[in-house]
């Protein structure tokens, strides 16, 4: 596999990280998504240095790849992705109470989504990774539920907010669904498609998730607050 996309991968994060930084709101309520929104890319600048140079990618028995770092980064920025989706949740409810319980909660499913990802990436061809897959997707729905029930309803009490939430929720589901997708299709899954496919396809996705994803729900909270005054 040709290094070039992760070492683009690594260049696109760690500016990306500097530049949400710096175009993000510094005060207010939107002072928190900037900092976890600037924390993210600098997570997978660093996942991508790593797989760039080699270190943690390993090669098994079977000749596919497993990029340890990949999981690492996605055990660290997909937790914070969603602790940023609950606060964003919390803007419009009317009673505070419970945010904490629903972190803990979708960041538990969300975890044992990666680590039985990574089981499944290591397990050989066989019935056991497919056990770990459908375990890992169990996982999936159980924080594709928080985010569209619960939470929705929660911030559906301000419907400014309401609107802008299931926007980014709606942007964020799309493309979280992608990757068991290319799981699946790729090495690590039933290797219809290449290893050098895969890669490029999760560097598209990783910037779509999180560095556009930072821009564009930045801009629809920012919006909806501006509306309602909040
Ligand atoms: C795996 C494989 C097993 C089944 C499922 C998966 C889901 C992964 C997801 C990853 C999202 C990553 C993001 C990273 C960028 O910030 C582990 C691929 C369900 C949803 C958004």
């Known amino acids: ?17 500097l530049a949400i930084y710096a175009k993000g709101a510094h005060r207010g309520p939107l002072r928190g998504h ?41 055990t660290f920025t997909t937790p914070l992705l969603l602790a940023g989706v609950v606060s964003s949740a919390y803007l419009g409810a009317r009673e505070q109470e419970g945010q904490a319980g629903f972190v803990a909660s979708i960041v538990t499913l969300d975890v044992v989504m990666i680590v039985t990802g990574l089981v499944a990436s290591l397990a050989p061809y066989g019935t056991i990774k497919w056990v770990f897959f459908a375990w890992s997707c169990a996982a999936f729905v159980g924080v594709l539920y928080l985010l569209w029930k619960p939470l929705a309803t929660l911030a559906g009490q301000h419907a400014a907010i309401g609107a802008a939430y299931r926007k980014n929720v709606g942007f964020l589901s799309v493309l979280w669904l992608i990757y068991p997708v290319v799981f699946a299709v790729g090495p690590e899954g039933v290797w219809a498609v290449s290893d050098a496919a895969t890669v490029w396809v999760f560097l598209i996705l990783d910037v779509l998730a999180k560095v556009v994803y930072a821009f564009t729900s930045e801009r629809n909270l920012k919006t909806a607050l501006a509306r309602s005054g909040v």
């Not at 596999?1 to 990280?17: D, H, K, N």
């Not at 600098?42 to 790849?65: C, E, H, Q, R, W």
């Open 1 to 17: 596999m040709s290094p070039t996309p992760l070492l683009i991968g690594f260049v696109i994060m760690s500016l990306a990280s």
């Open 34 to 74: 900037t900092l976890v929104h600037a924390a993210v890319p600098f997570i997978a600048a660093t996942a991508y240095l790593a797989m760039y140079l080699g270190v943690g990618n390993l090669i098994k028995p079977d000749g596919s790849i497993t990029y340890v770092a990949r999981y690492l980064d996605w």
